[in-house]
């Protein structure tokens, strides 16, 4: 017999809704102190993850719960960067600048 295995849940730092991990976008902090998106959701580092909506991501960079999650000063360039990244995986403008 065969056991089912649980999906592991999470957060979105911005509107608290729970979701399964895979379901949800990783932002990572990596040991060396840069911030990414982590589309495979394994790079080693700190991580906080998203809904894949544009309205989360601006949500979390504004209200700095996204830099609090990852514990890292998050600087105008990381946040256009990020924001950048975002575009390119969904597609869509996410935010204009802080």
């Known amino acids: 017999m065969t056991q089912a295995h649980k999906t ?3 957060s979105c730092v911005a509107c ?3 979701g399964d991990k895979g ?3 990783r932002i990572v902090r990596s040991p060396e102190g840069s911030v990414a998106l ?3 959701g394994r790079a080693p580092g700190r991580g906080a993850y998203i809904c894949h909506s544009a309205r989360c ?3 979390a960079l504004t209200s700095n719960k996204l830099a609090r999650a990852l514990r ?3 600087t105008e360039q990381d946040c ?3 924001c950048r990244m975002f575009a390119e995986w969904e597609g869509v403008t996410a935010h204009g600048g802080n």
């Open 16 to 18: 608290r809704q729970k």
């Open 8 to 10: 592991p849940q999470r």
């Open 72 to 74: 890292v000063d998050l």
């Open 57 to 59: 991501l601006e949500a």
């Open 23 to 25: 379901d949800l976008l």
């Open 38 to 40: 982590d589309r495979g």
């Open 80 to 82: 256009d960067d990020l």
